[in-house]
Nanobody, 121 residues
Framework: QLQLVESGGGLAQPGGSLRLSCAVA????????IAWFRQAPGKEREGVAC????????KYADSVTGRFSISVDNAKKMVYLQMNSLKPEDTAVYYC??????????????WGQGTQVTVSS
């Protein structure tokens, strides 16, 4: 069973930054695309960012485009989500997940356990 472990969540002020990390165990990153999702209180889980195996192609939700950046380190089997210009509405539990494609936000194969991000003064 492939295992995904998120870290880096915490409390940030509006306008601040956080970097989330996703460690992948049990597989190499070339087998999947890695995506970040989030679930805010009272809302459905939504796709945030996705990255290709090479890291050359990325996909972002409209709400985070220009503020968030996804990257991959295949040697370390790590995927990162750099979150800048944070807004209170970014508050959510963030999950990394494996997908076959970045063309859409469905067809998730494995989920991490999530890490809490809170943006508040």
């Amino acid at each position: 069973q492939l295992q995904l472990v998120e870290s880096g969540g915490g409390l940030a002020q509006p306008g601040g930054s956080l970097r989330l990390s996703c460690a992948v165990a049990g597989s190499t990153l070339d087998a999947y695309r890695i995506a970040w999702f989030r679930q805010a209180p009272g809302k459905e889980r939504e796709g945030v960012a996705c990255i290709s195996r090479s890291g050359g192609l990325t996909k972002y939700a409209d709400s985070v485009t220009g503020r968030f950046s996804i990257s991959v380190d295949n040697a370390k089997k790590m995927v990162y989500l750099q979150m800048n210009s944070l807004k209170p509405e970014d508050t959510a539990v963030y999950y990394c997940a494996t997908k076959d494609y970045c063309l859409n936000w469905v067809s998730v194969r494995y989920w991490g356990q999530g890490t809490q991000v809170t943006v508040s003064s």
